[in-house]
């Protein structure tokens, strides 16, 4: 939940971001993929709003970015 530049010049970045905050996501990779479980225009502010600033690169490899699982929360019987 806070900003961050993470690279990389021979692997993979796999990302899960906490879905109720906003993010504003800047990924390249020279030799390889960008995939994301977000909706750009909807879900990431490129505007610099976002709280939350992320560089992501990678030389060979790829960079995954998707939505954390949200918490469950735990059942309470009062029996």
Do not use: C
Not at 8 to 33: F, H, M, Q, T, W
Not at 65 to 73: L, Q, S
């Amino acid at each position: 939940t806070a900003s961050m530049l993470l690279s990389n010049r021979i692997g993979d970045i796999v990302l899960s971001l906490p879905g109720n905050e906003r993010y504003a996501i800047d990924a390249k990779a020279k030799i390889g993929g960008v995939s994301s479980e977000w909706r750009p225009t909807e879900e990431f502010a490129g505007d610099g709003a976002a709280p939350h600033q992320l560089q992501l690169r990678v030389g060979v490899g790829a960079i995954t970015v998707r939505k954390a699982p949200a918490p469950v929360e735990p059942l309470v019987d009062d029996d």
